[in-house]
């Protein structure tokens, strides 16, 4: 299948369609609120909220013995605030510290909806497979009522953080300024996390349980390597989720067998691996380059500063020196041939016969900068080409 058929499946076919449309919503909500959980240190949160969900979406199926998505999703909603809530109330109540209250949280809901799982294979008319959707993902059994619905909550969700946009963004910086300005701090990291919770909610039945938590943090992960603007970060976030779930859809199209939820957990972990490498502000790739060049320059001037030095012991910035020589300076440092002819090409120093080399009145200047910006005081040094130094009797 080539590109112009895909996009065209994607345009015409109804059920990649359908299926595009909800992972784009999920990507694009869970980026957006996965940046605050990012930037708050709760990335583990996504994970926790999403296995305490699964025992909410099957008590719904044994009170109700409805299938219905919004049903689901109502119990996995109700599930998840009050595994945030128990987080909350533990971390606040106790000694103990935030990351293993999120262990507790996840391990407890999650094994309590794995026992009642099994206890639904025991009741009549039970279909186990409708509810491991939540816990695996499916996203191919989406139809228009899941996506009109998932888009419902999205909508309400991304309308209350623009909404409260100044208010999250104060609590997810500084909680405790926050409070000193009179903003109810405790009330809105609720509000924020709940809203979290909604966005985990959306997505279970396209990427499952165990899934979500990599769609909740890798966008904002990917998103905050190229920028230092909250607003940019939170933006591109969104549409890095929304990209994944796209193309996650369309990839596992084109091929038997593949999941959509583990292809856009895929696609997703592929941009922030990229972003981590390339991005031009924190890219490893960049950092590197910078980190030679740096080196480089360093090696350039500490050259130029020894060949200062020496050319200090002499009448004359005519006395040349030997690659040797400036080595002994600095036996650590290596490659100097090629920091001279480097110096060479700026017209810093030149060379001398017998492999010698000297230093120009430019680079004299630039050595004495060079020495100036540091601190250091410069030595007169030796006096211009032709002159000889006078030394009084």
Do not use: C
């Amino acid at each position: 299948m080539n590109l112009t058929e895909l996009l065209d499946d994607l345009l015409f076919d109804y059920t990649l369609r359908t299926v595009a449309l909800g992972t784009a919503i999920v990507g694009i909500v869970s980026g957006v609120l996965g940046s605050y959980a990012l930037l708050r240190k709760q990335s583990l949160l996504g994970d926790a909220i999403s296995h305490a969900a699964l025992p909410g979406v099957v008590l719904a199926f044994m009170i109700t013995r409805s299938y219905g998505s919004i049903v689901l999703m109502a119990g996995a909603l109700v599930s998840g605030v009050l595994a945030t809530l128990l987080i909350l109330a533990v971390v606040r109540s106790t000694r103990i510290k935030e990351d293993s209250a999120l262990g507790i949280a996840l391990s407890v809901f999650f094994g309590l909806g794995l026992m009642l799982l099994t206890v639904t294979q025991r009741m009549p008319g039970a279909r186990q497979a409708s509810l491991e959707r939540f816990l695996f993902g499916q996203a191919a059994t989406l139809v228009v009522a899941d996506v009109i619905a998932m888009g419902v909550l999205a909508v309400v969700a991304v309308g209350l953080v623009m909404l409260l946009w100044k208010e999250f963004k104060l609590v997810s910086f500084d909680t405790e300024f926050a409070s000193s300005l009179g903003f109810p701090a405790r009330a809105l990291e609720v509000a924020l996390t709940t809203l979290l919770v909604v966005a985990i909610v959306v997505g279970l039945q396209a990427v499952g349980v165990i899934l979500m938590s990599a769609l909740v943090v890798a966008p904002g992960a990917a998103a905050r390597q190229w920028t230092d603007r909250f607003g940019v970060m939170v933006f591109l976030a969104g549409a890095f989720g929304g990209f994944s779930g796209v193309a996650g859809a369309a990839l596992s199209s084109t091929g038997s067998g593949l999941s959509t939820g583990p292809v856009i957990v895929l696609v997703v972990s592929l941009i922030t691996v990229v972003s981590m490498l390339l991005a031009p502000n924190r890219g490893l790739v960049w950092n590197w380059v910078r980190q030679l060049r740096q080196r480089r320059q360093f090696r350039i001037e500490t050259v130029l500063v020894d060949l200062l030095a020496l050319s200090q012991q002499h009448e004359s910035i005519d006395y040349g020196h030997t690659v040797e020589a400036i080595h002994a300076m600095n036996r650590g440092r290596r490659g100097e041939a090629r920091t001279l002819r480097s110096l060479q090409e700026k017209g810093l120093v030149t060379s001398r016969p017998g492999g010698r080399w000297s230093m120009t009145e430019a680079g004299i200047v630039e050595a004495r900068r060079i020495l100036e910006a540091t601190g250091e005081i410069p030595d007169p040094g030796p006096l211009p080409i032709g002159q000889v130094r006078v030394t009084p009797s």
